[in-house]
């Protein structure tokens, strides 16, 4: 009888203690957020129901880490594992980086690195950046952040005839070329298949050279201002 | 002495091994360095080899991706800009305060600008009609400091 009451008496205090601690962790972040991902099944889901927003795709791990208004701009700190010691970017274009407020959306205006993690190997294991967007977001206003892919930043001059090679052993049917003059880079797409518009096949081609990964990364939370 | 030589053998081929496998990235080809690489074109110096976009900003007109870029090696910046547009724009690429580059360019081509030694810089740019021969410095354009 006394077994039974002291190990019921040892399950209520741990019940309550994780309990504390599970409380203090929501009050401790100040959103709470929730993620899903909307399209790809393929895509690993951890914590749905915690606070701490994490997903994970195709070797790259991302997370919201924080969220505060600066000026005129709306912050959020994104973190993401890195498929390698290359350099990886969020965004190429501003729809990228979408977020909704209260049902209204808003491009990205910047990017930028705030933190770089680095392995015991002296690796760049992870990676912390900025994004900003040009709105003041109330207290306690829903939010969704939108991201759709990470990428390798694009060399200032391009390797056409690998980038070429590279098209063909796909069959694509694109042929690219690219600026030979001084301070110029990039490249265009010179011929494609019919049934493919330009912007199309120029953003199949940019996602082989900047070894592009898509998935849909949807984060929901509230903003909780400190 | 065959032993000798073998040990020398060896040990060169170690020594060989070693060396071979530093990673010779940026600085091992740059042809510039510190102050040197001021107004010089960071791919043909080679400081473009290690290059990271560390900062990037988005224009009101939607036309242009304004990026800083960092060489670590010779620890340089420099501005790029994309025509992200759907039609031939000319593009502006500054360095704020300090170098230029304006190219009329196809979707998905770059200019860039001159790069300069030192932190502390912002790159600014946009695309447009119109070309723009001159320094771009207004913050709604230009990306954080770097």
New interface residues.
Partial sequence: MLKTNTSRLFGWTFFFLALVALFIFVIGNKFSATASNEEDGGQEQTNLDSTVTKLAFDGVTMSVAGAHQTGEYFQIDVCFSLPDDRDWLLTSRPDDAVLNVNGQTYTITEEGVLDLKFGSNGVVTEKCQYLLFPLEVENGSNLVLFLKKVYVSEPDKVDCPALQKQLDERKSEIKVSCPTESNVGGFGVIQKPSLLDTETAREFALDILTAARRAPWVFHFKFTQP | MQKFKIVLMVSIAIVIASVSSFPLSGIAYALCSGSGCNNT????TGC?AD????????PAS?LA?V?L?FSDACQTRWA?T???G?LNYWVN?TLRYWYY?V?Y??????????QRYGPGYRACGDAGISPVYGLINDLARC??S?
Wanted: glycine share 10%.
């Fill in positions: 074109n960071p791919q043909t473009s290059a990271a976009t560390v900062k990037t900003k988005y939607g991706r990026e870029r790029r994309v025509n992200i759907s690429a580059g190219q360019v196809a979707p998905g081509y770059t200019a860039y600008s001159n990306t954080g770097y």
